[in-house]
């Protein structure tokens, strides 16, 4: 099964980099793709996860969630990126 999740903060990589490793290690997990241009996740994964707890998951990772009917306000690019 496959969970979306349209995101409105935009990351550098190595921020994704991390998202995917923590992702990649919840059970259930075994795909994860970031899509930074159209504002998306999809993970996809077996019923021994919900898409409430990758949801949770991605909220401690710093991402804002937003449900498919709302707008999504995307953050301006850093110039900087992120310190690491």
Known sequence: MESTFLISTSKCA??????????????????????????????????????????????GQGFSLKEAHQDIAHDDPSIWGCSL
């Open 14 to 59: 190595s921020c994704n980099n991390q998202t995917l490793k923590t992702l990649g290690n919840l059970q259930g997990v075994f795909g994860v793709d970031i899509d930074r241009i159209e504002g998306k996740i999809v993970v996809s994964h077996t019923d021994e996860i919900t898409h409430n707890s990758i949801s949770k998951v991605l909220s």
